[in-house]
């Protein structure tokens, strides 16, 4: 079965960049369709998607986060590596990656989602 | 960019019809994914493609999806039906779009 589990940091510094992982099994990235992506949520607040890679690299961002996030894939390795610059305690937030299924043009969505892991920003 | 609203709060009775609405411009012409989270747990998928149930979804939950509306129900609610459901569409110009999230309470 599909499992995804994120780590990296819980307590980043203002300015600091934020390095997660996603480490998944059950699926390859080399698949045709197939993604992974990077979704957050501030607590009490909505989810807000961030990042998504797609097994052929084709690589997706929010575009009001843009500048500040770069994916990428390791496929032998079954990762998948977030990175955030010039971190703010607004980005206080659990990190979650998900699965990404192969569908029709469009119709993107996630079916399988990590645990989370909460990242906390703060000098 | 593209926005989704959803209603902040719906309450309901053990039993009855919950209906949770999804607002967005034209969103009939897209496809509408919603995700249950429960408190301390990740999103869980709970209806694709508008009106489509993963496996192990209850067919209590259903979906629909025309003109600027989106609504998930919920019929004979149930007590472990409390959750904040989140609307989800894909948009050429915003990518990845999440509503604003429903909390539901079971009275």
């Known amino acids: 079965q599909i499992t995804l589990k994120e780590s990296g940091p819980t307590l980043v510094k203002p300015t600091q960049t934020l390095t997660l992982t996603c480490t998944f099994s059950g699926f390859s990235l080399s698949t045709s369709g197939v993604g992974v992506g990077w979704i957050r949520q501030p607590p009490g607040k909505a989810l807000e998607w961030l990042a998504l890679i797609y097994w052929n690299d084709d690589k997706r961002y929010s575009p009001s986060l843009k500048s500040r996030l770069t994916i990428t894939k390791d496929t032998s390795k079954n990762q998948v590596v977030l990175t955030m610059t010039n971190m703010d305690p607004v980005d206080t937030a659990t990190y979650y990656c998900?699965?990404?299924?192969?569908?029709?043009?469009?119709?993107?969505?996630?079916?399988?989602w990590g645990q989370g892991t909460l990242v906390t920003v703060s000098s | 960019s593209y926005v989704l609203t959803q209603p902040p709060s719906v309450s309901v009775a053990p039993g009855k019809t919950a209906r949770i609405t999804c607002g967005g411009n034209n969103i009939g012409s897209k496809s509408v994914h919603w995700y249950q989270q429960k408190p301390g747990q990740a999103p869980v998928l709970v209806i694709y493609?508008?009106?489509d149930r993963p496996s192990g979804i209850p067919e209590r939950f259903s979906g629909s999806n025309s003109g600027n509306t989106a609504t998930l129900t919920i019929s004979r609610v149930e007590a472990g039906d409390e959750a904040d459901y989140y609307c989800?569409?894909?948009?050429?110009?915003?990518?990845?779009?999440f509503g604003t999230g429903t909390k539901v309470t079971v009275l």
């Open positions: 493609y508008d009106s």
């Open positions: 989800q569409v894909w948009d050429s110009s915003s990518d990845h779009v």
């Open positions: 998900a699965h990404s299924p192969r569908v029709p043009a469009a119709k993107y969505y996630f079916d399988y």
